[in-house]
């Protein structure tokens, strides 16, 4: 099954802090990856793609990484602040043509003041 | 970026009544578009997969007669929920891709069937 996972679920920081976001899929095959940040109710903004040739894309105060030959994403935000507080996605698109992607569940991010 | 316009953003409906729901890429031509859904504190899921002037492309489980498709132009698809049930409550969301670029999203329709 094909299948894309998200740790933790949910995590609270004090506003400053660096942190990682974990994302692991169980098929290497894969043309891109997507991050998206989802406020409640709201739908979807794409932060990063990074396409399966590349390792990395940054993007302000984010970094995202792809290792395809062990299934992992991580997402880094640094210096984190309250309005970072939202849902994470990570999202893999198959190296099969249809572009449709599969979402892993999603880390709840809250940065407290 | 790219533009997804969904609508409506919300939409309260009786049970048994069809729903509409529209989703427009302002500026850019989409040849394919996707349907997601998403229940409360879930991911998203894919519905189905709308190519412009052809028939959708259904996920397994997805019934195709509740949920009618179509993509009649470069820029518009629209979801149909028939006879909706209070149990097709949930937020529909659209994404919409210029080949081979990143996917992007519209901002949802939340459904809600009395």
């Known amino acids: 099954k094909q299948e894309v996972t998200q740790i933790p679920a949910a995590l609270s920081v004090p506003e400053g802090e660096n942190l990682v976001l974990n994302c692991s899929f169980t098929?290497?095959?894969?043309?891109?990856l997507q991050w998206f940040r989802q406020d409640p109710g709201k739908g979807l903004t794409s932060l990063l793609l990074i396409q399966s040739s590349q390792r990395e894309q940054t993007s302000g105060r984010l970094n995202a990484s792809l290792d395809k030959s062990s299934g992992r994403s991580t997402l880094y935000i640094a210096a984190s602040q309250p309005g970072d507080s939202a849902t994470y996605l990570c999202?893999?698109?198959?190296?099969?043509?249809?572009?449709?992607?599969?979402f892993g569940s999603g880390t709840r991010l809250q940065v407290q003041p | 970026g790219a533009v997804v316009s969904q609508h409506p953003s919300r939409v309260i409906c009786k049970s048994g009544t069809s729903v509409k729901i529209e989703c427009r890429s302002l500026?850019?031509?989409?040849?394919?578009m996707f349907w997601y859904r998403q229940f409360p504190k879930q991911s998203l899921m894919l519905m189905a997969t709308s190519n412009e002037g052809s028939k959708a492309t259904y996920e397994q489980g997805v019934e195709k007669d509740k949920f009618l498709i179509n993509h009649a132009s470069l820029t518009l698809s629209t979801l149909t929920v028939t006879s909706a049930h209070p149990e097709d409550s949930s937020f529909y969301i659209c994404?919409?891709?210029?080949?081979?670029?990143?996917?992007?999203f519209g901002e949802g329709s939340r459904l809600t069937v009395l």
């Open positions: 098929d290497s095959a894969i043309y891109n």
């Open positions: 994404s919409a891709s210029m080949f081979p670029g990143e996917l992007f």
């Open positions: 999202a893999r698109n198959m190296d099969t043509g249809r572009r449709a992607l599969t």
């Open positions: 500026d850019f031509q989409a040849t394919t």
